[in-house]
T-cell receptor
Framework: GESVGLHLPTLSVQEGDNSIINCAYSNSASDYFIWYKQESGKGPQFIIDIRSNMDKRQGQRVTVLLNKTVKHLSLQIAATQPGDSAVYFCAERGTGGFKTIFGAGTRLFVKA | GAVVSQHPSWVICKSGTSVKIECRSLDFQATTMFWYRQFPKQSLMLMATSNEGSKATYEQGVEKDKFLINHASLTLSTLTVTSAHPEDSSFYIC???????????FGPGTRLTVL
């Protein structure tokens, strides 16, 4: 079945360093990928997305990389700040569908 | 814009009672809404897809008679947890997709605790 998973459950970084969060997906039919940030007790917050016809997309301090050959997705956060501390989920949607399937999540700790 | 609200934000109930959770799109019309459940330190698991004016589509393993979904208008979907038990305690999150859009917007979640 469809599944999206993560390599690392927790990540601890020093404030100011760059963070890289990884994700593997198994559904080769997925054509749209999203990264969400979730703070404790809140709903997911959209960070950045990428379509399967792209391999890189940049936002403000964030970059998403997509490697369809190995079904791998990553989120890079530049100059990580304490406010970036949260759980990060990758998610995917299949071709023509609207269901969003979430991966396992990575908790990011930013040390001051 | 694109705000989704949920009510209540938290609820505590006794075992055996039913609880209704509302999901509203405040500034847009949503043909489709989705309901997720999230247990502590776990990911969001899709429970069902709610389409306005039609029956909801449930994911495998989700009991449709226990989790009743009603999407009677383009701005409101409700999830009723019937005969709730302690194992139903969880964080319930909805999302809404604007008509003619590929985007989805998430609500703030509802914390359900069943005693």
């Amino acid at each position: 079945g469809e599944s999206v998973g993560l390599h690392l459950p927790t990540l601890s970084v020093q404030e100011g360093d760059n963070s890289i969060i990884n994700c593997a997906y198994s559904n080769s039919a997925s054509d749209y990928f999203i990264w969400y940030k979730q703070e404790s007790g809140k709903g997911p917050q959209f960070i950045i997305d990428i379509r399967s016809n792209m391999d890189k997309r940049q936002g403000q301090r964030v970059t998403v990389l997509l490697n369809k050959t190995v079904k791998h997705l990553s989120l890079q956060i530049a100059a990580t700040q304490p406010g970036d501390s949260a759980v990060y989920f990758c998610a995917e949607r299949g071709t023509g569908g609207f269901k969003t399937i979430f991966g396992a999540g990575t908790r990011l700790f930013v040390k001051a | 814009g694109a705000v989704v609200s949920q009510h209540p934000s938290w609820v505590i109930c006794k075992s055996g009672t039913s609880v209704k959770i509302e999901c509203r799109s405040l500034d847009f019309q949503a043909t489709t809404m989705f309901w997720y459940r999230q247990f502590p330190k776990q990911s969001l698991m899709l429970m069902a897809t709610s389409n306005e004016g039609s029956k909801a589509t449930y994911e495998q393993g989700v009991e449709k008679d226990k989790f009743l979904i009603n999407h009677a208008s383009l701005t409101l979907s409700t999830l009723t947890v019937t005969s709730a038990h302690p194992e139903d305690s969880s964080f319930y999150i909805c999302s809404a997709r604007p008509t003619s859009s590929y985007e989805q917007f998430f609500g703030p979640g509802t914390r359900l605790t069943v005693l």
